[in-house]
């Protein structure tokens, strides 16, 4: 049982660099979501996509882009890191399921420095 | 996000020690989360109350959600060192979109 699956787990970057952080489920879930985690911030939604096709920017989605590939897989994007997004990253995924909410389900994390 | 908060920050218990955690919503929850993370480690789901008044056990943790839908209460019973982590509160405002707490810092001391 797969999950979610995040790669890489650890990415060291100098400023300016870009990046793209891959996510992949692999339970057929419509919704996907990308966190980010700081000391003291708690988890924080940076984008979020409802369905294949669709995306939507979240609590902090200032420096970052997504992109919903197909229904497995959605990535994010650094395109010039800076200091202040050093942090873990979290993907996420849930079902739809009419008027019940569905859990969401989380990778292990990507853990990027920016130097 | 400010519109949860979790209290107490961080809570030391001795093991076989009941405790208690709490998250409490600024407004009316469409529904709510409890995980669970170890340090350096993805969150783990425990449990999800939809309905004000509602309660779930799942062997010794015990999630409530109270009738107004703004307040859930965490217990664990005789607390084990399997029992550490960081407990986070997600509360579903629509969209089922996600507010997280900042969490609430366990440790159980053998």
């Known amino acids: 049982n797969a999950g979610v699956t995040q790669t890489p787990k650890f990415q060291v970057l100098k400023t300016g660099q870009s990046m793209t952080l891959q996510c992949a489920q692999d339970?057929?879930?419509?919704?996907m979501y990308w966190y980010r985690q700081d000391p003291g911030m708690g988890l924080r939604l940076i984008y979020y996509?409802?369905?294949?096709?669709?995306?939507d920017k979240g609590e902090v989605p200032n420096g970052y882009n997504v992109s919903r590939l197909n229904k497995r897989e959605f990535s994010l994007r650094l395109e010039s890191a800076a200091p202040s997004q050093t942090s873990v990253y979290f993907c996420?995924?849930?079902?739809?399921?009419?008027?019940?909410?569905?859990?969401?389900?989380f990778g292990d994390g990507t853990r990027l420095s920016i130097l | 996000s400010q519109e949860l908060e979790q209290s107490p920050q961080s809570l030391i218990v001795q093991e076989g020690k009941n405790l208690t955690i709490n998250c409490t919503s600024s407004?009316?929850?469409?529904?709510l989360y409890w995980y669970k993370q170890k340090y350096g480690e993805g969150l783990i789901f425990l449990m999800m109350?939809?309905?004000?008044?509602e309660e779930k056990s799942h062997e010794k943790i015990t999630a409530k959600l109270d009738e107004k839908k703004q307040q859930s209460s965490l217990h664990i019973t005789a607390s084990q060192p399997s029992h550490a982590g960081i407990y986070l509160c997600?509360?579903?405002?629509?969209?089922?979109?996600?507010?997280f707490g900042k969490g609430n810092q366990v440790v159980v001391i053998p």
């Open positions: 997600g509360a579903v405002y629509g969209n089922n979109r996600l507010a």
């Open positions: 996420a995924s849930s079902g739809t399921g009419g008027t019940t909410i569905q859990p969401q389900h």
């Open positions: 109350l939809q309905k004000g008044g």
């Open positions: 407004k009316t929850l469409y529904g």
């Open positions: 996509s409802a369905s294949e096709g669709t995306t």
């Open positions: 339970m057929n879930h419509n919704s």
